[in-house]
């Protein structure tokens, strides 16, 4: 049996309301969507890389540096829309939606979400959590947490401190906090792209929690290191000390 081809593609978008032209702020020298794809192309079991944009300062930025980039239409509501679009127009049994302001998704962490999508048939969607034992960190809604069945599957995601202690007893712990990359089965992509907003998904303002209402699987990665998204430019000044 051959090995399921793998192609991440990396979501990037000039008009951020927070960070207009996030993608093209320099870290350290080097436009931050090229750290990315740079942590991409360095991470076992992926096969192409593609960024997937629709603004061709960001186009033109990605080629600079040798990278491959589809243009997309400008209309697409969200990055899960632009990396289905791609897909639809590739071929690939397995497509990683590594989001464009991530430039410290350590490698291994993108294999470790991939692996087990090799081994179990019935995997949907892969993602990724990692230990958060701080209690305050628990309770930020901007923290997403996800609560795990016995089998590694994901049971619920929230911006609520879950699960809950009703007694008050000291949690044993630790929380786990949901780091945002998803590898998807092409079928499934297909499939999750088509289905309408779910009613948890709106609560919560998840875009996981759909394929949760909708009966798919999803697999929770386990590992030891956060990643820390570019959300503001303050940010980005947390980047470039880590980085330092």
Same mark, same amino acid.
């Given at each position: 049996?051959?090995?399921?081809? #793998?192609? #991440?593609?990396?979501?990037?978008?000039?008009?951020?309301?927070?960070?207009?032209?996030?993608?093209?702020?320099?870290?350290?020298?080097?436009?931050?969507?090229?750290?990315?794809?740079?942590?991409?192309?360095?991470?076992?079991?992926?096969?192409?890389?593609?960024?997937?944009?629709?603004?061709?300062?960001?186009?033109?930025?990605?080629? %600079?540096?040798?990278?491959?980039?589809?243009?997309?239409?400008?209309?697409?509501?969200?990055?899960?829309?632009?990396?289905?679009?791609?897909?639809?127009? $590739?071929?690939?049994?397995?497509?990683?939606?590594?989001?464009?302001?991530?430039?410290?998704?350590?490698?291994?962490?993108?294999?470790?979400?991939?692996?087990?999508?090799?081994?179990?048939?019935?995997?949907?969607?892969?993602?990724?959590?990692?230990?958060?034992?701080?209690?305050?960190?628990?309770?930020?809604?901007?923290?997403?947490?996800?609560?795990?069945?016995?089998?590694?599957?994901?049971?619920?995601?929230?911006?609520?401190?879950?699960?809950?202690?009703?007694?008050?007893?000291?949690?044993?712990?630790?929380?786990?906090?949901?780091?945002?990359?998803?590898?998807?089965?092409?079928?499934?992509?297909?499939?999750?792209?088509?289905?309408? %907003?779910? #009613?948890?998904?709106?609560? $919560?303002?998840?875009?996981?929690?759909?394929?949760?209402?909708?009966?798919?699987?999803?697999? #929770?990665?386990?590992?030891?290191?956060?990643?820390?998204?570019?959300?503001?430019?303050?940010?980005?000044?947390?980047?470039?000390?880590?980085?330092?």
């Amino acid at each position: 049996m051959s090995t399921p081809s #793998v192609l #991440v593609v990396i979501p990037a978008r000039y008009a951020s309301t927070r960070f207009p032209g996030k993608p093209l702020a320099d870290l350290h020298g080097k436009p931050m969507i090229q750290h990315v794809w740079e942590r991409c192309v360095a991470s076992p079991l992926v096969g192409r890389v593609l960024v997937a944009t629709d603004d061709e300062r960001i186009a033109d930025a990605v080629r %600079a540096f040798g990278g491959a980039c589809v243009m997309t239409p400008e209309d697409l509501a969200s990055g899960s829309e632009r990396v289905a679009w791609v897909a639809a127009r $590739e071929t690939a049994d397995i497509v990683v939606n590594v989001q464009g302001d991530e430039p410290l998704l350590p490698p291994a962490t993108i294999a470790a979400v991939i692996e087990p999508m090799l081994r179990d048939a019935g995997i949907d969607i892969g993602t990724a959590a990692c230990p958060l034992p701080e209690a305050e960190a628990a309770g930020n809604p901007n923290v997403v947490k996800v609560v795990l069945m016995a089998n590694g599957r994901a049971l619920y995601f929230s911006r609520a401190r879950v699960p809950h202690v009703r007694d008050g007893e000291p949690w044993s712990g630790p929380w786990l906090k949901h780091i945002g990359i998803y590898a998807f089965r092409s079928a499934a992509l297909a499939r999750f792209a088509a289905l309408p %907003a779910g #009613v948890l998904e709106q609560y $919560e303002k998840l875009e996981q929690l759909r394929a949760l209402e909708h009966g798919m699987s999803i697999h #929770v990665a386990l590992v030891a290191h956060d990643s820390q998204a570019v959300d503001t430019p303050s940010d980005l000044d947390v980047v470039r000390a880590l980085m330092e």
